[in-house]
Each structure stands twice: as C-alpha cells, then as structure tokens.
C-alpha cells in the first residue's frame, strides 16, 4: 500500500492518506497489516469489515461529498451494514479520529 494523498479534517491536514479505489484494493483493505500510519479510503463503499483483522478501526461513513455521516468502532471479525447515502469508507486505527478531531458532520479532503 502506497500513500496517495493527505488527508485534511475541517481545513486542517492530518495525516497521510491511502486510497483504496480499485476491485483488488477494496476488496483488500488493511487485511495483513499490523497497523496503518494515517488513513485508508475505500472509494466507491458502504461497508466493511473486520474479518481476518489483528486490530480494531475507527471507520467513518462518507457521503459522496467526503462529508462525514456516521463514525463508529469495528473490532476485528465485525462488520458494518450498508447505509443510506454512503458512498465511501474511511478505516483508521483506533483513536485516529479523536486526534484528529473527525466527528459525524465534518468535512473531509483529499489533497496531494
């Protein structure tokens, strides 16, 4: 997995960003990893999971806007159900999103 890009949290930018936007990366992920520095963003997705995973995630829920609608904590071998209006997924490792401030409502972007 190669960084593509920052990510940036309500005009601020937070940390390196990997995008996950192609059938062999989404399907992927972060499986085999022990840790992400930074951010993966699945894009297209509406869920995901934690199976074969070592670690637990923060995940945001993001419209197509990079808005973010829902944020929650997968544990490994769980799973989150499709929603409404999500259009991709951004995984973290545990705690990332308080450091980085990212709540439901914010706004996300990516940027080289």
Known sequence: MRQRSRLWVDG????PLYVADNYLGRTRGLLGTRGIDGA???SPGNSV???GMVYVLDVALLDSNL?????LILHPFGLTR?????KHVLEAQRGAF????????????DAS
Request: glycine residues 10%; proline residues 3%; charged residues 25%.
């Open 12 to 15: 601020h930018d937070v940390a």
């Open 67 to 71: 808005k973010v609608l829902h944020t």
């Open 40 to 42: 993966l963003l699945i």
């Open 82 to 86: 499709p929603r409404r209006g999500v």
């Open 49 to 51: 999971h934690g199976f």
């Open 98 to 109: 308080a450091d980085w401030e990212l709540r439901v409502g914010s706004q996300l972007r």
